[in-house]
């Protein structure tokens, strides 16, 4: 059953513009320009996935540019969630992001933000969509996002981390709320840890 995450009780547009850190305050040096980041993690379960832990790879090879900030708002307000993946599949990969046992795939979309303590990275990328998802034209077909959080902080061991593997974002209609609807629990991310490539 799908899980409903209210992302922010302000309007659509600036919830979506928080979510994948679109604000250009503190951003613009790093914008387009080369990365050679690696973060390694532990994803660990929860609710009907407590218990169960993978690693994640998350390789950053360059930060995304405000026209990509912009394709992607745009492309939001016309076709929500649906428009934001066919705005990702225009975009040149700036990463790949691997777990336990894959070879990974692209990152298309990642921006690196300030916070009073360190700083966050959001990632929002198209998942694969696999051969029997396909054949099957399952309900799994529309949560055809990815979406990770990574809250790097100065002080150690106080990292933290979300990821939603498969994901859409809609409108709540009666709040005006973007809410991440997921087609499994969320995976909290631990144990962060920064390599240079």
């Known amino acids: 059953m799908p899980k409903m995450t209210r992302l922010a009780g302000i309007s659509a547009v600036v919830a979506l513009a928080c979510l994948v850190g679109l604000t250009t305050f503190r951003t613009a040096a790093q914008e387009g320009t080369k990365a050679g980041e690696v973060y390694q993690?532990?994803?660990?379960?929860?609710?009907?996935?407590?218990?169960?832990?993978?690693?994640?790879?998350?390789?950053?090879?360059?930060?995304?540019?405000?026209?990509?900030?912009?394709?992607?708002?745009?492309?939001?307000?016309?076709?929500?969630?649906?428009?934001?993946?066919?705005?990702?599949?225009?975009?040149?990969?700036?990463?790949?992001?691997?777990?336990?046992?894959?070879?990974?795939?692209?990152?298309?979309?990642?921006?690196?933000?300030?916070?009073a303590d360190g700083y966050r990275?959001?990632?929002?990328?198209?998942?694969?969509?696999?051969?029997?998802?396909?054949?099957n034209n399952g309900r799994s077909l529309n949560y055809n996002l990815t979406f990770v959080e990574l809250n790097i902080s100065d002080q150690k061991n106080k990292s933290t981390g979300l990821l939603l593997p498969a994901v859409q974002f809609k409108v709540d209609k009666k709040t005006n709320e973007v809410v991440a609807e997921t087609y499994r629990n969320p995976w909290k991310l631990q144990n962060i840890i920064r390599s240079k490539e």
């Not at 708002?73 to 990463?95: C, Y």
């Not at 694969?128 to 396909?134: A, K, N, R, T």
């Open 41 to 115: 993690a532990q994803a660990m379960g929860q609710g009907t996935q407590l218990g169960k832990i993978f690693d994640v790879n998350i390789h950053i090879d360059q930060y995304s540019t405000e026209d990509d900030r912009q394709a992607l708002i745009a492309a939001f307000q016309k076709d929500g969630s649906k428009g934001l993946s066919d705005a990702l599949q225009k975009m040149h990969a700036k990463g790949q992001l691997a777990v336990t046992g894959t070879v990974g795939f692209e990152i298309t979309y990642a921006r690196r933000v300030m916070t």
């Open 121 to 135: 990275i959001r990632v929002l990328t198209n998942r694969p969509i696999y051969f029997g998802e396909e054949l």
